[in-house]
């Protein structure tokens, strides 16, 4: 009997365990690819993320001879479904650790033990066999000696080292594919006006060796410059799993220096907010240390308007309204950018971190749930090992130090491209004053801030 290969976020061929395990399993039947396109996972995605998908989906349905079956509904009945009409024995995964995917899984594993079985119909179900996870080193493995889990990155880090990243997974030469005939769901790719990266396996391979050959050397030094493009672009690849971090854990390790340390790091950090997510699937969505829980946020109309103009880029603030803007443009943006506006959006418009959050993850291509929401919790002052809520982020003075000549800005913000240098950051400061539509400030940094500070310490007692 086939065994089924259920794709979610694991879409390649190349360092994917559940792949070899249901090899093992289908035998001479062959490997049944699955896709299922649920739609609670659907619905809040925007057009890029939905598009980058759809890519994704396009390459490895190529990649496995056209075999890739692509069904819509609730996984807990297609899953079992899909199973009964390819008579298939078993059924692989790659691990999923989020608070929805455990649920999901849990009632799908279920639903597989109640079928008759194999092809003998032994009465014993359908087994969901786990093998791997999205992640370098498992959720749940890397804890301190007493068992409990880490909540301050280095100290996580360290450990995760001491424990280890394994080897990647050989890459099967010879597959059966098994095929199945019935509906196709695969959607048509929605037309987006963004410039997303190309999906797919040998997209992200691809995308990989360039940074690897090209700019890791140097990504210690410039990775804080949105100006130069200098980061590695794999997030979106890594959320869908086009690409495994073991893999990429490795070849920057064999690289060695400055860069690659730096790299491995980052790669380690989200090893870690999978790691709180797994420990504490609540921190989705609620503060992970409630102790601002009592902070006052603003709402009505004004807020409302001001929020509208934070998601649109029309903050008048260049440097946020740049990488709005970016994040609208490329379903992407670059990692310090992420931080300042989210700063912005908390302690300068004084909004929950939830709203801009969940912002977020519906533009990001590489939106996540555990990087964005630990992300967004850590710039809150909520979250592990928090920024303190008292930092706060001044646009004009981070627009200098990591857009020094502007160049970021002008790329961003048409209205101000015929500004030189590092003026762009303060346009309103022009002899000219602010050029022609481009928009005033919504909120004036330095009374904000002093608002955020005074709410906060009312909160502190
Ligand atoms: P590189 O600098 O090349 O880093 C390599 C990889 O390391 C990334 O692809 C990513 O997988 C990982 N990484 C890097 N920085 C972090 C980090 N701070 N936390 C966790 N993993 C990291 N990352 C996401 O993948 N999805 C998100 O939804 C997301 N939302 C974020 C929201 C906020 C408010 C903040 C502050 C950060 C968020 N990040 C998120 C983390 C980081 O900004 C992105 O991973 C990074 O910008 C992706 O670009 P890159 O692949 O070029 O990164």
Redesign the pocket.
């Given at each position: 009997a086939p065994a089924v290969l259920w794709f979610r976020r694991d879409l390649r061929l190349g360092d994917n365990p559940a792949l070899l395990a249901a090899r093992e399993r289908g035998g001479e039947a062959g490997v049944l690819p699955l896709f299922v396109l649920d739609p609670a996972v659907w619905e809040p995605s925007g057009d890029a993320r939905r598009r980058f998908l759809v890519g994704c989906l396009e390459a490895l349905r190529a990649a496995t001879g056209g075999a890739l079956v692509v069904r819509r509904g609730d996984p807990r009945e297609v899953v079992p479904a899909v199973v009964r009409e390819a008579r298939a024995a078993s059924v692989h995964v790659a691990r999923d650790v989020g608070p929805y995917g455990r649920r999901r899984d849990d009632a799908v594993r279920e639903a597989l033990s109640r079928l008759p079985g194999g092809e003998g119909g032994d009465g014993e179900g359908v087994p969901l066999v786990e093998d791997g996870t999205a992640y370098a080193v498992g959720p749940g493995l890397v804890t301190k000696d007493d068992g409990s889990p880490f909540q301050v990155f280095t100290p996580f880090s360290r450990a995760w080292r001491a424990h280890g990243v394994p080897d990647p997974a050989p890459t099967p030469r010879a597959l059966t594919w098994a095929r199945l005939d019935g509906p196709d769901d695969l959607p048509a790719a929605p037309d987006v006006d963004a410039d997303l990266p190309v999906p797919g396996e040998e997209a992200a391979r691809a995308a990989w060796k360039a940074f690897r050959d090209e700019r890791l050397e140097r990504y210690a030094d410039e990775?804080d410059r949105p100006d130069l493009d200098s980061?590695?672009?794999?997030?979106a690849y890594?959320?869908l799993g086009c690409v495994h971090p073991r893999t990429l854990v490795q070849e920057a390790t064999a690289r060695g220096g400055p860069g690659a340390e730096a790299?491995v790091r980052?790669?380690c950090?989200?090893d870690f907010?999978a790691d709180v997510l797994w420990h504490r699937p609540d921190s989705a969505r609620e503060a992970y240390k409630p102790e601002l829980a009592g902070m006052e946020h603003d709402d009505g109309e004004e807020a409302r308007r001001r929020v509208r103009a934070w998601e649109e880029g029309r903050t008048g603030y260049p440097v946020v309204d740049a990488a709005m803007r970016q994040l609208l443009g490329q379903g992407?943006?670059?990692?310090r950018m992420?931080?300042l506006v989210?700063s912005f959006y908390v302690k300068d418009l004084h909004q929950r971190w939830q709203g801009g959050a969940r912002f977020?993850?519906r533009h990001?291509v590489?939106?996540?749930l555990a990087?964005?929401n630990h992300?967004?919790q850590?710039?809150a002052g909520t979250g592990t090992d928090a920024s303190p809520y008292f930092r706060v982020f001044n646009p004009v003075t981070q627009g200098k130090r990591f857009d020094p000549r502007g160049d970021y800005v002008r790329r961003w913000v048409p209205e101000l491209r015929d500004v030189e240098g590092a003026a762009v950051h303060e346009p309103w400061a022009l002899p000219g004053g602010t050029p022609e539509g481009y928009p005033e400030r919504v909120v004036d940094h330095a009374e904000e801030r002093r608002v955020a500070l005074s709410r906060y310490e009312s909160v502190r007692g």
């Open positions: 990775r980061t590695s672009r794999m997030s890594l959320h790299y980052e790669l950090f989200r907010y992407w943006m670059h990692n992420r931080m989210a977020f993850l990001l590489d939106g996540d990087s964005n992300g967004w850590w710039v």
